[in-house]
């Protein structure tokens, strides 16, 4: 059964403190890597896929990267509007294309 | 603008009054799913729709039904709702099946059934 658990499953910076969030993945076979953002009372945004090990994707001030085991999601220089829920979810190639997620991190950005 | 539309977004019901959730997209997408979120659990997968007429079961369909007569359009139904059913449901849709490409979301409906 694939599993994800991502850490912290909270974090608080200052505006401007780089940090990273992780996403530690279990699938049989992994098809794609997706990092989501969710505002509250909002459904999760889509920020970027990951097919491959080595594999990186930046925009604005985040950046994913893929290995075997793990993605990291890098925020840079963040803002307070970079506050919110980020989901990790792994799709193993099944048939149903299910997503499995892991529960979150909650990222506080105070200026 | 290309969305995925859910509707109610809140309903507060009492347990066994039938219910129907919608969930429209017009981004001629072929696949659609709903997921349920709930606080440490996570988003877990109720049901799926490859394409109009083909739906099946996710992890955790008990309870739900749900139907897809046409491609923009998947309902999902509590036929006899109960108080484990309280929950954050969200329509997720994705252009084509077996592909990699991402999920888009609703923004959710909160359900509370009394």
């Known amino acids: 059964e694939d599993q994800v658990t991502q850490s912290p499953e909270a974090l608080r910076l200052q505006e401007g403190e780089s940090s990273s969030l992780n996403c530690s993945y279990t699938v049989s076979g992994l098809r794609g890597l997706f990092w989501y953002r969710q505002d509250p009372g909002k459904g999760p945004e889509f920020l970027f896929t990951?097919?491959?090990a080595g594999e990186e994707k930046e925009k604005e001030r985040l950046k994913a990267t893929l290995t075997k085991k793990e993605s990291f999601l890098h925020i840079t220089a963040p803002k307070p509007e970079d506050s919110a829920t980020y989901l990790c979810a792994v799709h193993s190639g099944g048939s149903n294309y299910k997503l499995t997620f892991g529960k979150g991190t909650l990222l506080t950005v105070n200026p | 603008e290309a969305q995925v539309t859910q509707n109610p977004r809140y309903l507060i019901t009492v347990t066994g009054k039938k219910l129907t959730v919608t969930c429209s997209q017009n981004m001629n997408h072929e696949y659609m799913s709903w997921y349920r979120q709930d606080p440490g659990l996570g988003l877990r997968q109720i049901y799926y729709s490859m394409n109009v007429e083909v739906t099946d079961k996710g992890d955790v369909p008990e309870g739900y039904k749900v139907s897809r007569k046409e491609k923009r359009n998947f309902p999902l139904i509590l036929e006899s709702p109960s108080p484990n059913q309280t929950s954050l449901y969200f329509c997720?849709?994705?252009?084509?099946?077996?592909?990699?490409?991402?999920?888009?979301f609703g923004d959710g409906t909160r359900l509370s059934i009394l």
């Open positions: 997720a849709s994705m252009p084509q099946v077996y592909s990699n490409q991402p999920q888009h």
């Open positions: 990951l097919y491959s």
